[in-house]
């Protein structure tokens, strides 16, 4: 967005005034900017202005959000409704703040799950599941409504709540004109065409272009070093850096574990010390010394995250100047004002308030919402110059910095530790360079042991990042699809999706093949010279042969392999075998028979050539005869030397031979079965063909191909259609439950009210309400119970649920029982399972319903052995308060449960979990 400095050509001012002429809109709008457009900004501006829908795929920080203020700016010119969706409440907020500064707040609205402002009005920012919500409710709020912004569109991946942005797009008018932002993504077109085909006419705008270039680096030790170094000559890719090849080598040879490193003068091997990586202190010192701040660290652990600001705040580093700190204190009263006074130790208030005064703060999911936001705030005014982040930090929030580090290459996804793929890799460091304000961003991996340049060029390098749909129905979208559009028009619908739409292409080059195996089957037919039914008969036939011989070899194994077992059972010490073939072979004297009555016999013999050990059923193909005995000691020392050589040459000394191998005769010539196949298939007509065998070679190829080609044909069965066919399941689920009539086609009153549920535990939350689980629960005891429909433990989270007694201990037990049942019907319709409620959330919203401090449940929880921060706290409340309040409108007040509802989501909308609320 640099202003431009040279002055157009005649002809290039004529072209700028023909241009402004047909995009009036346009030409008003980039007036009253301070910057100059780029291309595909201005692409995607007249695409929208000359009537088109529009994809805008830019890399983090090009400045795509002009397009989607570009619609904002037409609706108002228009005199129409945009709403602007984004997919995390944060980002609401911050893009409600930048559009009131704007248009003033009487023209923007703001919908989130627990803020409603000025709904009605021409701009409301909201999130995308509240527009999801309005379109199955058929909210008026939607009447006038011309544009759809959709920030951060790449979301519809998110394997959680994706489909809520397929939703959105099927089921909006299709009057209205959608502005999807993206991320860069490698099939961007793909995803045009099918928002073409559901949406109509839609321009596609791709920009891979940074606008600040991306200089890569790696810190090994102490040192800073750039991981490329020019380009190699023939292919134009960048070269890795020679010195950090030879710096990496020379630390991992350093600090090599003993043995890998060679030998020293006297054979023994050098002992280096351990490696240890730079401090996160010397690290940001390093970024500060070369004028790399403000920079995010990226930390793929939340107490990781903590434990680095208190790092740097104990070893007294110090980014901020007397006159900033002022400034910090200033905006922190400001943006904690509402945080109970009495709650501020317990949230460690004061230590993160020094850290922040230093310049220095954490930004992950479990901090309260309130010290992420005045994190987010303190950043970009360039108050907080180093932020240690999760990599929640990456999605949506704009907090771009000069530097982002990585400090490892490894992050643990909830099941394992992973590598970084190339995606991951380019949508952290996609933060690095503040456009307008620095020349060029850095992205700086510090080096481990085990880390290759090479692998971070890899990373670098590659810039695949394809969008996957994570669309697939549910049991609230099945009764909303029926009731506003009937089952035949759901499936429609359903078959529009861009999954189905990915599906569908995946199915495409199968197809293909299929096409060509059938074309090469029939060459395979064509090529036989005789009956091709004969030939397939014959086949079968000497199939039938090979099939029995087969049988009798394994029978004969088994056989032998008992015989050879109780053979070496008769064994006695002293007796003397031949071990037939092996490492072993030759003459063997038994020292202990090795016999147990519970596993196969593995006698310890001492061989001819001084070797001691157990044998078993492997080493003798054939049954054991002893060929004669050699007295022994009463006790033998088997590890002594002395004795295993005396006992090898008094072995050698018997004048005892192994006897010749003899081949284990099999019956198969004797089995009258083997017999008659045998007969049948010498009296088959294409048995004395002259061409019988290459006949049957073409027959072998043509059932293998055959084969594939069925397996082919039922990949592609399975993969069409594949989301009509799970919404019949899940309709007649819902049918054998009450939730829609017999033929799955009519919404009932039970599925009115699932209709009105939005959770993860939709069908559950029905159920119970519809059995009565949770009639005569008090406010608290409610909340407890509703609880463990929305909360999910922490995968690493070990510690035992612990519930209160009593009603919230029986219900809970009910609730499990539905769950149960629930859980047996999906798995007889082939439904996904519903998660299983979990309880370790219901203490603590359970006391804190009651009344009782926040330190007070923050230790109650602590004891109990839960990892439960403050922000955590904060935000399962408010997901329970939510589910609460749906509870509520559904029923009513005047409802037993829906009152008690109402009264519980009262009691926890307090203190923290209040503040900060609009």
């Given at each position: 967005m640099d202003s431009s400095t040279s002055s157009p050509t005649p002809a290039e001012a004529y072209a700028a005034a023909r241009r402004r002429d047909r995009y009036p809109q346009l030409a008003r709008f980039a007036a009253e900017l301070a910057f100059e457009f780029d291309d595909f900004q201005v692409q995607g501006c007249e695409a929208l202005e000359g009537g088109h829908g529009v994809l805008v795929c830019a890399p983090t920080g090009a400045g795509k959000t002009v397009v989607g203020e570009f619609a904002v700016h037409l609706a108002l010119a228009e005199g129409r409704k945009c709403f602007y969706t984004t997919p995390i409440k944060a980002l609401s907020n911050q893009k409600y703040a930048d559009l009131v500064r704007r248009y003033g707040s009487d023209a923007v609205g703001l919908l989130t799950g627990d803020t409603s402002l000025n709904g009605g009005a021409q701009i409301v920012v909201m999130t995308t599941e509240v527009l999801r919500n309005m379109l199955y409710a058929g909210s008026t709020t939607l009447d006038e409504l011309g544009y759809v912004v959709m920030d951060e569109i790449h979301y519809l991946a998110d394997r959680?709540?994706?489909?809520?942005?397929?939703?959105?797009?099927?089921?909006?008018?299709?009057?209205?004109?959608?502005?999807?932002?993206?991320?860069?993504?490698?099939?961007?077109?793909?995803?045009?065409?099918?928002?073409?085909?559901?949406?109509?006419?839609?321009?596609?705008?791709?920009?891979?272009?940074?606008?600040?270039?991306?200089?890569?680096?790696?810190?090994?030790?102490?040192?800073?070093?750039?991981?490329?170094?020019?380009?190699?000559?023939?292919?134009?890719?960048?070269?890795?850096?020679?010195?950090?090849?030879?710096?990496?080598?020379?630390?991992?040879?350093?600090?090599?574990?003993?043995?890998?490193?060679?030998?020293?003068?006297?054979?023994?091997?050098?002992?280096?010390?351990?490696?240890?990586?730079?401090?996160?202190?010397?690290?940001?010192?390093?970024?500060?010394?070369?004028?790399?701040?403000?920079?995010?660290?990226?930390?793929?652990?939340?107490?990781?995250?903590?434990?680095?600001?208190?790092?740097?705040?104990?070893?007294?580093?110090?980014?901020?100047?007397?006159?900033?700190?002022?400034?910090?204190?200033?905006?922190?009263?400001?943006?904690?004002?509402?945080?109970?006074?009495?709650?501020?130790?317990?949230?460690?208030?004061?230590?993160?308030?020094?850290?922040?005064?230093?310049?220095?703060a954490a930004h992950h999911a479990g901090l309260l919402p309130a010290f992420k936001e005045t994190v987010e705030e303190l950043f970009v005014r360039g108050l907080v110059k180093v932020v240690f982040a999760t990599e929640t930090l990456a999605l949506g929030i704009n907090m771009p910095a000069r530097t982002v580090v990585l400090e490892r290459l490894v992050k643990y996804n909830g099941e394992a530790h992973v590598d970084l793929t190339p995606g991951e890799y380019t949508q952290l460091t996609g933060r690095a360079g503040r456009r307008g304000i620095d020349v060029e961003g850095h992205a700086v991996v510090v080096w481990q042991p085990g880390v290759d340049p090479r692998q971070v060029a890899g990373l670098a390098s590659t810039r695949t990042y394809p969008l996957r749909s994570s669309f697939r129905p549910g049991y609230n979208m099945a009764v909303n699809l029926v009731g506003r559009f009937g089952a035949a028009k759901g499936r429609e619908l359903l078959e529009q999706s861009f999954a189905q739409f990915q599906a569908d292409r995946s199915v495409v080059g199968l197809s293909r093949r299929v096409e060509r195996n059938e074309e090469a089957l029939r060459g395979y037919a064509e090529a036989v010279t005789g009956d091709v039914d004969e030939v397939l008969g014959y086949l079968a036939q000497r199939r039938k042969v090979s099939e029995r011989e087969k049988e009798l070899a394994r029978q004969n194994t088994s056989a032998k392999r008992v015989q050879t077992a109780r053979s070496l059972e008769k064994l006695r010490k002293g007796d003397v075998i031949a071990v037939p073939s092996g490492r072993r072979a030759g003459l063997a004297v038994v020292i202990d028979p090795g016999v147990d009555q519970f596993d196969e016999p593995r006698p310890v013999v001492i061989t001819e050539d001084r070797w001691s050990g157990a044998l078993s059923l492997s080493d003798f193909p054939a049954p054991v005869e002893p060929l004669g005995r050699l007295k022994l000691p009463k006790h033998v020392e088997l590890r002594s030397p002395k004795t295993r050589r005396d006992i090898a040459s008094a072995l050698r000394e018997t004048g005892l031979r192994p006897p010749r191998r003899q081949r284990w005769r099999s019956d198969a010539n004797s089995d009258p079965e083997l017999a008659e196949l045998r007969r049948e298939l010498r009296a088959h007509p294409v048995h004395g063909m002259a061409d019988r065998e290459a006949n049957l070679r073409w027959m072998e190829r043509h059932q293998r191909l055959t084969a594939e080609n069925e397996q082919l044909k039922r990949k592609v069965a399975a993969t069409t259609h594949s989301l009509a066919r799970s919404f019949d399941r899940i309709r007649r689920l819902l049918s054998q439950r009450g939730y829609l009539g017999e033929n799955g086609d009519d919404v009932t009153e039970h599925g009115r009210l699932l209709s009105r549920l939005y959770s993860e535990s939709d069908l559950l939350a029905a159920e119970c309400i519809r059995q009565r689980l949770w009639n005569g629960l008090p406010p608290a005891e409610l909340a407890a119970v509703v609880s463990t429909l929305v909360y999910e433990a922490r995968r690493d989270s070990a510690a035992e649920s612990k519930l209160p007694s009593g009603p919230v201990a029986d219900a809970w037990r009910e609730t499990v029982r539905v769950w149960t049942d629930l859980v047996d019907d999906e798995r007889a319709h082939r439904l996904d399972r519903t998660r299983e409620p979990d309880a370790g959330f219901a203490w603590p919203v359970y006391r804190w319903a009651r009344g009782e401090s926040l330190e007070k449940v923050l230790t109650a929880a602590e004891v109990n052995g839960q990892e439960l921060s403050a922000g955590d706290f904060v935000r399962w409340s408010r997901q329970v308060i939510d589910l609460l309040e749906q509870i509520r409108d559904v029923l009513g007040r005047d409802h037993a449960v829906g009152g008690a509802a109402a009264k519980a989501s009262r009691l926890l909308r307090r203190g923290v979990v209040a503040a900060g609320e609009v």
């Open positions: 959680f709540r994706g489909a809520v942005w397929e939703e959105v797009i099927l089921h909006l008018p299709e009057y209205v004109r959608v502005v999807g932002l993206s991320a860069t993504v490698s099939n961007a077109e793909e995803f045009g065409e099918w928002l073409v085909e559901v949406r109509g006419d839609t321009t596609v705008v791709v920009d891979e272009h940074r606008p600040v270039p991306l200089w890569q680096h790696m810190v090994v030790g102490g040192r800073l070093l750039d991981l490329f170094a020019g380009e190699h000559a023939d292919t134009g890719e960048a070269k890795i850096n020679p010195r950090l090849l030879r710096k990496v080598e020379d630390t991992a040879r350093a600090h090599a574990p003993a043995g890998l490193r060679g030998r020293g003068r006297r054979g023994a091997p050098p002992r280096g010390p351990r490696y240890r990586p730079p401090s996160r202190t010397e690290v940001v010192g390093r970024l500060d010394h070369a004028g790399l701040l403000p920079a995010i660290v990226f930390i793929f652990s939340r107490a990781g995250c903590d434990a680095a600001v208190s790092q740097c705040v104990r070893s007294g580093l110090r980014l901020n100047g007397p006159d900033e700190v002022e400034q910090v204190r200033r905006i922190v009263d400001e943006r904690t004002a509402d945080l109970p006074h009495g709650d501020l130790s317990v949230l460690g208030y004061w230590e993160w308030r020094e850290g922040l005064e230093q310049g220095i």
